[in-house]
Structure formats: C-alpha cells, structure tokens
C-alpha cells in the first residue's frame, strides 16, 4: 500500500479544523450514487451469484461444466467432506502466520514508531524500507524465496553441512515454507497498522509508569501494549483474513506441494479447471462465514467499532 | 544485563528488516543474471536483460496490459471513491451505516471469494472474460481503499475554508474546484497512487475474471511452473525503482516545503 | 435574480440588517428562539453573549452558511431567507480566519472580486491590502504569516468586495492584548471610513462596549437585551444582563411600597428604593441590584442625604489591594457578601479585615430586575481537564499500585 495511505499528519499551516458540522442536502445523493451502485453491482450481487451458483446441479447427460439452477445442497455437504482437511490447514496455517507476524512486526513497529522518534529521517527512511516490498512484485518475492529454500540452494546446503536437517530432508512443499511465506507476504500488512497507532502514543504515558516504579516489562504490558490494541487488531485483521484465502503460498508452483494445498488452491482448482462452480462457489461461501463470524467475535471481544 | 537489553531490540528489528528486504534484493541481483530460458541457478552478470526487455516471450507485452488495466480501474475508482469519501465527512444523510458496511466487506472478503463472485457472475450472464472484466473487477476492489484514503484527508480539512469559499462568492462548482480540490489534491494522489499499486499487482482477483490476455502478474503466476525469465525481474525492479523514487522525491519535496515554511 | 444582481455590484454604503422572528432548531436541541433584531446600516453592532448562546449560528444564518427552520432575514429590505451564501452582498471574518492555504495573499483577496467578475480586480486588491498595511506580503502564504497579519489579511478580504454588510466572527480571539487592542482601533476606523454596517459577535463584553454603537445581549438563544452599551450596562433589565456585563450586586426582596418617583423593596428587613423609571417591575418580588463600584464604604455610620440608601453595618470579609482600586467583601446579615470596589483616593484610607462598616449608594444608580438569580450549584461537576487528569492518574497509580 502506498506511503500517503498511513500519514496521519495535517498539513503545515494548516487551521485546526473546526467541529464537523454536516450539512443535509440532495448533493451528498449525488455524490455517493455512482460508487454505491458500482459495488452493489459488483460486489453484492457476485455474492448472490455465488449463492446460486453452489446450490446449482449438474445437468443431466451434459458436459462438465454445465449447470443448471437448482437448489442441490448437497453440494455443501460434499464440499466439506472432501475438503475438510484443507479448511482445517487454512485456518491452521493463517493463523500460525499471523501469530509470527505479530511476534516479527510489532518490535519493528515500535522501534520506528517510538524509538526512531527522535530522527526523523531514520524514521522516514525506515518506512519507506517497511512498505518497499509492495513495490515488487508479490509472486516474484515468494518465487524468490521458494529459491532461497531449494535444495540447491545455500540454505538449504548449509543446515546440512551442520547436519541440523536430515540429509534427504527438504524445506519447499512443506507446511514450514508455506507458513513462512504467508508470514513474509503479510508482515507489512501487520506492522503498519501498528506502527501508525504507536507513532501517536504519547510518551508521557510511558514516563509516567516509570515515574511510577514500574519495570519496563510492565510498562508495556500495562500501558503501551493496551495503547496499541487497536492497532493490533487491525493487523491482525489486514493478516488473517487475506491469509486464509491465499493460494499462491501454498500452490506447487511456489512454495507448497499437495498435501499443503489450502482452500484457496482448492477454489481455483474446482473453478478454473474442473469447472466444478458449485463447489467452488459453496467453498468460497464457506470461507467468507467463517471469516465473517471470527471478525465479528474478535472484534466484539476487542471492542473496537470503528472498521473504515 | 541493562545494556545487553537496550540493544535487543534494535538488533531483533534489524533483522526483521533484513529479512523483509532480502527477496527484493534477491529479485533485483537476478534481473541482472546471464540466464537463458530460465532464471534459478546464478550464471554470471550481465545488462543485457535491462536492455533488450523487450525481447522476452510477451512479458511486455503483459506489462503494457497491466499498466492499462491500472490506469483505468485507477481513474475511476479514485473518481467515486473521492466522491464517497466527501460525502461520508461533509453531508448527513440516512443509511450512513449500510453504506460504511457495504465500503467495508469488499476490503475485509479474500480475494479468492471476490474473484470467484464475479466469474460466477460474469457466467451467469454470459459476458466475455476479457480486459474489461479485469478492468471491472479492479475498480471494484479498489474504491473502498479510495474512499479511506481520502476521507482521512477530507476529515482534517478545515469546513470554515469551504464556506469561506462560498461566502466569497463562489458557487458551488466553484468552491469545489477552487478551495476543496486543491487541498484534497494530496489525499487524492496517494489513494490514486495506492489503486495503481493494488490494480497492478493484483493477481488473484485477475486470474478468475481474465481471457486470454495476459497481465504482468499472471505471466509470472502462469511462467512459475516451467521458469520465470530475467526479463520479468527486469521489469519488476523497474517498477521498484520507480516507485521508491517516487516516494523519495514526494519525501524530499514535503521536507523542503516545510523547511521554506518555516524560515520566511 | 434581483439578490443576485445585488451581490453582484458593490454596495453603495451599508444596508439595514433585519431577523423577523427567526428561529434555528438542531436535531437534540434549539440554538435560537423567536429572534427579531434590527440593525440599521452603517452601525457597528455587537452580538454579546457566553459560548453556547446562539449568536455565532445567528452570524451564520445571516452569512447564509445555514437555513433558519423558521422566520425571515432580509437586507436592506429585500427578503433573502431563501437565497445562498454566494448570492447574499455580506461578508464574514472567520474566527480562524480560513484563509485558503494553497493560495497567496493577494489570491486570497482577489477571490471574492474574482467569483463576482469584478473589473480592476487587481488594483482594489492592492488597495485593500495597502488598507491593512500588508502590501509587503501580498505574495506569501498564509502560513508564513503571524496571527495578527492573518487576521488582517482576513479583514482585508472581505472588506474589499464592499459588502452592504459585514460579519465578524470573535476575529480578535486569538490575538494578545496589545494587539487586539490596536485591531480594535484599526476596525472602528475602516468601520467609519469605508462606511459599512457591522455586525460583531463576540463573547469578550470589553470588546462590545469599546467598539459597537449598539450591544445586544443574547442567552440561549434569545437576545435578553439591547441597546448602547452604557444604557445597558447603567441600566440593566434581567440577571443575566447585570451579570454578565461587569459585576452585580443583587438582592432579592418584595415591593413594599410604590410612589410617583420611587418604589420601596423590602429584603431581609432593609428598605431599598429604586426610582420606578429604572425599576422593571414594581409589584410583587423583585431583584435589587447595585454595581460594586457605586458603593461607597463607610467606617462610621455615615448621615445621608434624600437620595441615598445605606445597608448594614456589615464587616470586611477580604480585601484586595490592586493598585487603581481596593475590592472588598463585606459581609452584612441578612443580604449575603457585598462586593465594593473603592477607587483608591488616598492612602491610608482603608478598611481592614473585621472592621466594621457600612455601605451606602445613590439611587439613582440602583436598579429593578424582574427575574431573580438561579440558586448557586452546591457541587460544581469535576469535568475540566485538570480535574480529569488528576483522577485517570489516581486510576493509574491504583494499577501500578498492584506492584
């Protein structure tokens, strides 16, 4: 995402801006008419198009990929046994990633949003180095470091030499790499969000638990931690929900194999070639409840209601 | 045992940093790899892939469709997401909740959920897949960051400017262009400059709703499996190049401006 | 098309500014009640009042930045409740000045001019900001400039489109004293010069006395009194009024008694008179009230002539010595502390601590209220900042406590 999207600062000069009061008029129409329309016709009705779709049923005697509307909800039940396993592994990998992107972008996060403070070109420099990787390509960073992990590779020769893997032991096309790719993709995804919510902490909160005979450890885990909650959570959100539905990670042609195939690899597959649309359709609506009921139940347990 | 701590840290994120860094660097050294038809096993440096680009299988050919796919979806989702995003901060109206809700889904849905909605779609109804239901599919996912991008800008911009504006004598149009445009200009180009990221290296949503073109990322996805040539890693550094040149001199610029700010 | 045409040329000098039963309703609350007012042109007219009392929507609604839910606004007769804020020949001085940031000194000023396809626009431009003494700067940014030369340049944008009205906003709010003094000077005069009517809103009572022809005192949402500023302040008609415009002492009582010239209030067994033509009511309870500074101090019972009343004896509670004047409190039985403010005409000629006194005042400088002062709040709520501050920190070292 770019730079200007996560300054918060009003530009020099600039008047404080007075209490919003908001006008009622035929404009606000106007103006919101063109971008609600494209969505809802664009956004909400494939969702209902999905909906039909997985509920349709085979035309009898036709080709593959002929359906006809139906109310077949079978599909769903067999959807789910087949792919019970890569469901599981979804959640299970999304979850590994974004819990070692917390543990990887938080330090990063403070320390150019509290510690850098100070230099704000250090700081600058070191966002601009944070968001870098949207720059290039995604595919072409996980295709590099499916290369880093070959088994021609160095890394892969060096934990050998040392003798810390078994010598026919591999690190692409397991559930490591997977893991390790998700987490990569979407550590900017966690740590901006945090950083933009430790950069407006106030210091004086900090300086005031220790004013007050608390230990580091406890000033963060009293006041700084609880002050970058909302931060926390929408990384976690910017993390989670894009992680459980990617594919590329997992796909064989990057950094998985068939056993760590994903929901996402499963969709595509039942789509694109199997033309299997119903499948495809009630896996993609199995994914989008179970992301919607986790969002809402995180959210509610963390209280933030502020989402936009 | 004090010291050692203080430097824990700034060690720990170094490292992090590192390791965000390293496929970028990884990306660029091979751009410059004396390949042939595949880029995995460093051969011996060379410029040749930077100056005959386009000599490659249509990875240009894959760039130019990006590059106006972006354009396009970037234009009009930055028209109505500004639009949006003026009219959540500055007017009332009712169904504010649905409407915030409906901006919202579309950032908070996976990809795969997004992309395969609209081919089910685009099948119902028996629409060509080509450029333009890629186009189609960009601006859709791209207005919601639009409209979040520039509210933020449109919520610090002082409301007493614009009525200014108008008890000045300016119409209505004419504040617009005058007052608001200008210092909404800002916000406006980092959302544009956002979409033409998001629309540009989106693949995923791409793969479900293309034909036969291809787009840079697609090409890369679909070379994956047999070899990506040098020539992609040429035009990925490129792009990187560029954009964190862009970057530095919006940077340097901003640094400037507040510098002569403050001395006169 | 005729408010259009209007604003379309300069107006010749200012224009009568009326409200006809105007009210303002928000969804929550009411901002103005039932407002009738009348300006006459070329007047500089105040807008008194607390935060909250309506009179910066009544500049709004006159501005046309907001449309009164009931009533009728017209300029120089013509009926303009309907028209815009861009069709209307009035002009406002932001409180924060609103300069547009992108544009120079000299765009700013022209922008009006501009819209309006005025011809020499450039020149009467130059003319207004040689008016505020900024030619000097017509080609910086608002930022660059300090706060006093904003608000000018401020000024100078709205007077050169030579509205038939001109609205200001608290312009001098953010100045420091000095020069919010020198803006006030600098203000009558352009006002006189270029011969506009204003109209000035402001929460500062010095501001409105110093500067305005008129003053009209507005609280929650309804103007409680109007007039010039010494009949008000001399002659005030409700608590609020005596209250908010310098200080008051007030004293609740019943007529007594009632003449031809005086009428007699009886509170807590002092007989007070106030001449009926200064009395509001003269029936029933009434509210006594005499300025601090009219009350002479007296260390023995004084004799009095025909026209003054004297209360006590009361003793000295405190006394502040501040150079022009000393302020006492005296304390008398029955009617509560008593400010006085005595000019200090000699030295040595105090009253101390304990001692006791009496007050005595002319007549003719008392005054009748018909309403009575709201009982004092026995508890004030603990919501400014400082107390907010001070109890989420008592919070906190309760968590740290734990350690």
């Known amino acids: ?308 | 045992m004090r010291g050692l701590g203080k430097y824990l840290l700034w060690v720990y994120a170094g490292l992090v940093m590192m390791f965000l860094l390293i496929p970028i660097v990884y990306t660029i050294v091979f751009s410059f790899n004396d390949s042939r038809r595949t880029n995995i096993v460093w051969r011996g440096f060379t410029f040749d892939n930077w100056l005959t680009v386009c000599n490659a299988q249509d990875v240009c050919s894959a760039f130019g469709n990006s590059v106006l796919i972006a354009g396009v979806s970037t234009v009009l989702a930055t028209a109505m997401g500004t639009a949006i995003a003026i009219a959540l901060v500055r007017y009332r109206f009712r169904f504010r909740q649905a409407t915030t809700l409906l901006l919202f889904l579309p950032m908070a849905t996976p990809e795969v959920v997004l992309g395969a909605g609209l081919a089910a779609q685009f099948l119902q109804i028996g629409a060509q897949k080509g450029l333009v239901t890629i186009i189609i599919a960009h601006t859709m996912f791209c207005i919601s960051f639009v409209v979040v991008t520039v509210r933020a800008r449109v919520a610090v911009l002082d409301p007493a400017l614009e009525e200014a504006g108008r008890d000045l004598y300016g119409s209505p149009f004419q504040v617009f262009w005058r007052v608001t445009f200008p210092l909404l200009l800002p916000g406006i180009t980092a959302a544009a400059l956002l979409s033409f990221a998001l629309s540009f290296d989106d693949f995923i949503i791409t793969n479900f709703n293309a034909g036969p073109e291809m787009t840079f990322p697609r090409f890369v996805y679909t070379a994956a499996a047999r070899g990506i040539p040098a020539e992609a890693n040429v035009i990925a550094s490129a792009v990187f190049f560029a954009a964190i040149a862009l970057v530095l001199v919006s940077q340097v610029r901003a640094a400037l401006k507040r510098r002569r700010l403050a001395i006169s | 098309m005729g408010s259009e045409s209007s604003a379309k040329q300069f107006a010749e000098a200012g224009a009568d500014l009326s409200l006809v039963g105007v009210s303002k309703r928000f969804p929550g609350f009411t901002a103005i009640d039932d407002l009738t007012l009348k300006v006459p042109a070329g007047s500089f007219f105040a807008l008194l009042g607390p935060s909250g009392c309506g009179k910066t929507t009544t500049l709004r609604l006159v501005a046309g930045l907001e449309e009164p839910t009931e009533g009728k606004i017209l300029i120089g007769e013509k009926d303009v409740t309907d028209t815009k804020a861009y069709q209307r020949p009035v002009n406002t001085v932001f409180q924060s000045y609103a300069l547009f940031p992108h544009m120079t000194i000299f765009e700013n000023v022209l922008f009006g001019l501009k819209r309006r396809k005025i011809r020499d626009a450039d020149k009467l431009a130059t003319d207004a900001l040689a008016l505020v003494e900024l030619a000097h700067v017509a080609h910086r940014k608002p930022a660059q400039l300090s706060g006093g030369q904003q608000q000018r340049v401020a000024l100078a944008r709205a007077v050169v489109n030579r509205p038939a009205l001109l609205l200001l906003d608290e312009p001098l709010g953010a100045l420091d004293l000095k020069l919010r003094r020198q803006m006030q000077l600098e203000l009558k005069d352009i006002q006189s010069e270029v011969g506009l009517t204003f109209l000035h809103v402001t929460h500062d009572q010095e501001e409105a006395m110093t500067m305005a022809d008129t003053v009209a005192v507005m609280n929650e949402g309804r103007i409680e009194q109007m007039g010039a500023p010494e009949e008000l302040y001399e002659s005030p008609k409700t608590v609020f009024v005596a209250t908010f415009l310098g200080q008051s002492n007030l004293f609740v009582g019943t007529v007594s008694g009632s003449g031809s010239e005086v009428i007699t209030v009886s509170a807590s067994g002092n007989e007070l008179r106030v001449p009926v033509e200064r009395a509001v009511a003269h029936r029933g309870e009434v509210t006594v009230g005499i300025r601090p500074e009219k009350v002479s101090l007296h260390v023995t019972k004084p004799t009095l002539t025909a026209s003054q009343t004297m209360i006590g004896p009361g003793h000295v509670t405190d006394a502040s010595f501040s150079g022009v004047s000393t302020q006492y409190l005296v304390e008398v039985p029955g009617l509560g502390e008593i400010t006085v403010f005595a000019q200090n005409m000699s030295r040595g000629d105090h009253a101390r601590l304990g001692d006791e006194v009496y007050l005595s005042w002319d007549i003719e400088h008392a005054f009748g209220l018909a309403d009575a002062p709201p009982p004092s709040a026995r508890f004030v709520s603990d919501t400014d900042t400082a107390s907010v501050a001070v109890q989420e920190r008592e919070k906190l070292e309760a968590e740290l406590g734990e350690f």
Do not use: C
Not at chain 1, 14 to 20: I, K, L, N, R
Not at chain 1, 33 to 42: A, E, K
Not at chain 1, 177 to 191: C, D, I, N
């Open chain 1, 1 to 308: 995402m770019a730079f200007g999207a996560f300054q918060s600062s009003a530009p020099p000069g600039a008047p404080v801006a007075s209490a919003q009061v908001q006008r009622k008029s035929p404009v606000a129409l106007w103006l919101l008419l063109p971008g609600v329309l494209y969505l809802v016709l664009f956004f909400v009705t494939p969702l209902f198009s999905l909906v039909i779709t997985s509920f349709e049923e085979p035309v009898p005697g036709g080709f593959m990929g002929e359906f006809q509307t139906g109310f077949r909800w079978e599909n769903y039940v067999e959807v789910v046994s087949t792919y019970f396993s890569h469901i599981g592994r979804s959640f299970l990998y999304a979850s590994l990633a974004t819990i070692f992107a917390l543990l990887l972008g938080y330090p990063i996060a403070y320390v150019i949003g509290v510690k850098l403070r100070r230099y704000p070109l250090a700081q600058a420099l070191s966002l601009v180095l944070l968001i870098a990787p949207f720059f290039i390509s995604f595919l072409l960073r996980t295709l590099a470091w499916k290369q880093i992990f070959s088994d021609e590779g160095f890394v892969v020769a060096t934990l050998k030499t040392f003798q810390l893997i078994p010598s026919d032991a591999y690190l692409t096309g397991t559930p490591f790499s997977v893991v390790f790719g998700l987490t990569y993709m979407f550590l900017p995804f966690m740590a901006l969000p945090i950083y933009t919510t430790l950069e407006k902490l106030d210091l004086r909160f900090v300086e005031a638990g220790g004013d007050l005979y608390a230990n580091p450890f406890t000033v963060f885990r009293k006041i700084t931690f609880p002050l970058s909650l909302p931060g926390v959570i929408s990384g976690t959100l910017l993390t989670f929900i894009p992680a459980t539905g990617d594919y590329i990670n997992a796909s064989r042609d990057f950094l998985g194999a068939t056993d760590t195939a994903m929901m996402g690899n499963v969709i595509e597959a039942n789509f694109l070639v199997l033309q299997n649309f119903p499948a495809a359709a009630a896996l993609s609506l199995i994914l989008m409840a179970s992301i919607l009921v986790l969002v809402t139940i995180y959210t509610r347990r963390s209280g933030t209601d502020e989402l936009l």
